[in-house]
């Protein structure tokens, strides 16, 4: 299994990015997937995951903001994230959840600064 991110940067305070998260070498339809998220000395945190039937849940600090997607026939899932605070600064990684520690990948790093 492998699960690649991408989309992250440098962004400004309001700003948005999209995340974007590939999965190859599993049947990815039947999973849960989520967004999880590691900021510096801090330990890596659930962010929104979104069940094989598209129901969603986010973490409050995001809700409302962050919006996760999944298309199946990608093998891809998706977190929208807007109106990005100081505070969403981390690495970003998906996994399926709960997370199997061997599926997690590289990340991609989100970082919020003006």
């Known amino acids: 299994v492998q699960l690649v991110e991408s989309g992250g940067g440098l962004v400004q305070p309001g700003g948005s990015l999209r995340l974007s998260c590939a999965a190859s070498g599993m049947i990815f339809s039947p999973f849960s997937m989520g967004w999880y998220r590691q900021a510096p000395g801090k330990q890596r945190e659930l962010v929104a995951k979104?069940?094989?039937?598209?129901?969603?849940n986010y973490t409050d600090n995001v809700k409302g903001r962050f919006t996760i997607s999944r298309d199946n026939a990608k093998n891809t899932v998706y977190l929208q994230m807007n109106s990005l605070k100081l505070e969403d600064t981390a690495v970003y990684y998906c996994?399926?959840?709960?997370?199997?520690?061997?599926?997690w990948g590289q990340g991609t790093q989100v970082t919020v600064s003006s």
């Open positions: 979104i069940t094989s039937g598209s129901m969603t």
């Open positions: 996994n399926i959840h709960p997370p199997i520690r061997n599926y």
